[in-house]
């Protein structure tokens, strides 16, 4: 599949950045105010700073859902280094749900397994309930082009060489500082996303704190090929040296990250060259694998943290704006990937004024205990994989020789790496089991006899009502919020669902009743309704029951 970055055309923008061509230049009128440019936006603006991963996720979010949305960079143009390269089978199944499955597919690479440290210590994805059980192997700027294409579709503006240097809240909705080539400017919004990585300004100027610590050590990552090693699974070693993990690629190249205790002290703006890498090889596993061609390298600390708060007022933090950790487990672009999936769905919302006065709260209230679980998942991989006195070592042997191969830890581990094991507090008491739980994939065949994906029926981002016509029994489905598709099913392969099952926009169950009779159940369902889907002030309208996505 050609890169879709190198069809990207550019030209110049507001600030004499760069702007992915078929973006208008403004929407809004400007002038000109002390060297600047101060812009007087729609209601419904939501800008988001950054745009990597997490804010061109996001940015796809509010673009489906019709908000004027602005995405302010201060890179002069999209990334062309890999950085993350690995996609969980819970950000696949996310990017699934928007129709984008395929787009990743052709581009990355299904990998069976993921490496944790010792040769043959390896979390198995294959027997995953999901349908897509393994890592996708993709570089991030292909992450990047992939969302920015869509984002363009969806008539995201995109600003680059657009620096926030400043950014506060009054009583108009919130105004940022954009300093760019061309001099500063002001942008208003209704609402903010700071999706500005580990070193946010936008958090620095909350004042959020952002607790924790440098991890130890500098890690190298090379793009490079191997012929020592097949490209068709990962690889891991880790011995009195170092640890290795190596990622294939789609075009027969990999990922090398490299723990070579001997450089661990260098400091991160020291470049790496191939041989640097060759001899860190062999230091660390005793071969150099036939390496050659780098064509990409860095060395960096990562660093464990979390903010103690996802949302002040008008402006979310989210990716590494919120966390940050060790690169163990590979988890943190895909906890950016959950954290705009939910957050997306939410300002849109609120902006159309549909939103319950608790649901932009919940961003937090969901998402934060979400970060401590991946701070503590990574943190302990981490120290297990690089304690190097006789107590770590012995620890480390027996929880990868014999703990780590038992089938259920192996469904433990298989479940909460992936990320298919998040689950939500429920906001609907008494609940049911699935409440809060991710829906899995699959195909439903429909009341009209239509076979369709489960994921088909999320990709304009409503809320989806499944509702069981297998005994010929129907609830009357009139009278629902525009902001819900009523779907009737006669049979799911799989595991049987509930028979009426209410899905947020981000693939997770809402509210579920096991009663089988439409009539006796419909008073909870309205109180579901009303309690997610409604305010008491906000206008509705009516759409009849779907038999087909």
Known sequence: MTDPISDVSIFTGRYGALVPDGLEASRQSCSRARGGCVVSSRPDTVVVVGAGPTGLALACELGLAGLHTRVLERREAPRRDSRAICLHARSVEMLDLRGLGERFLEAGLPVPSFPLGPKGAVIDFRRLDSDFPFILDIPQSQIESILLTRAQELGVEIQWSA????????????????????????????????????????????????????NPGSVTLADV????????????????????LVFPFRDGSCRVVLYDYARASVPVTEPVGLDEVREGLVRVTGSDFGVRDLYWSSRYRSESRQATRYRVGRIFLAGDAAHTHSPAGAQGLNAGFQDAMNLGWKLGAAVAGWAPDWLLDSYHTERHPVGEQVLRLTGMQFRLNTARNRRGRLRRRAAYRLVTPLPPVQAWMARRYSGVSVAYPPTISPSHRLTGTRLPGGRLTLADGTAVRVSELFHDARFVLLESARDGKRADLADLPDHVRAVSYVRRDGRAWPPSLLVRPDGYAAWASDEPDPGRRAPALREALRTWCSRADAARSTRSADTSP
């Open 163 to 214: 620096e926030v240097v400043d950014v506060a809240e009054d009583d108009a909705g919130v105004r940022l500082r954009v300093e760019g080539p061309a001099g500063a400017g002001e942008e208003r919004a209704a609402y903010v996303v700071a999706c500005d990585g580990l070193r946010s300004l936008v958090r620095e100027r909350l004042n959020v704190p952002f607790p924790g610590a440098p």
């Open 225 to 244: 090929y191997l012929d020592g090693l097949p490209m068709t699974d990962a690889h891991g070693e880790l011995s009195e040296g170092g640890m290795l």
